[in-house]
């Protein structure tokens, strides 16, 4: 088991946006959002932090990680992985994965990148889909998606692509749970030391806890790109919807 220790982060203000899936229109209007809101409330020491989920079941995966890489906000940006990229970089380890990628929406990202999926869809053809995927997506894509982060801790908040699991502290969290986990943590009620701030579950709204913050509103087919504003005052919300 491969454990991951967060990046502490201090900032006046965290932007933490949720699951963006192929979205690449939501996040040009979510940069959008940021921009207005920072200009109507500024403030200095200022960071970005994605939760993961970049690609797979919306129609633009490319162009999200086309933007990605540039960083598009107006702050700097923290970038953390999701199981999406996790199931990304596995299909091109070994093209079998694809038999259950192809399921969660792996086959919009390869048509985003020009790859044919017909005979994926048939289940067929995964190793030479897998060389063409390889070949065409960009170095700079492979570059960030190498970088992604596992986790980040704040003041008060733990922030992560899918939860934690509880009884194991924040700082020992497996790299499989921070991508994965679902059912331990979504029902627990146990206060894990901060408010962890999370995606992975799509819900039609944000859904905030005692112990934790949801804030995978299901972009690729709601419409609807939520992000979190940490700050001193009691969270706030900002959406694409």
Known sequence: ???SRPIVLN???IYVIGDIHGRSDLLDRMVEHISRDLEVYP?????TVTLGDYIDRGPDSRGVLDRLV?????TDLVALKGNHEALFEMFLKNPAVAEHWRRLGGLETLHSYGVPVRKLMM????????AALEAAVPKE?????????TSVVTEGYFLCHAGVRPGIPLERQSVEDLLWIRDEFLKTTVDFGRVVVHGHTPGEQPEILPNRINI???AFATGRLTCVVLESAKPRFLTTA
């Open 1 to 3: 088991m491969t454990t």
């Open 11 to 13: 900032a006046n203000r």
């Open 43 to 47: 403030t200095s020491k200022c960071v």
């Open 70 to 74: 540039h960083n598009p906000f107006p």
């Open 123 to 130: 289940g067929v053809n995964y190793y030479e889909a897998a």
């Open 141 to 149: 894509h492979f570059k960030f998606l190498a970088s992604l982060k």
């Open 216 to 218: 995978d509103t299901g």
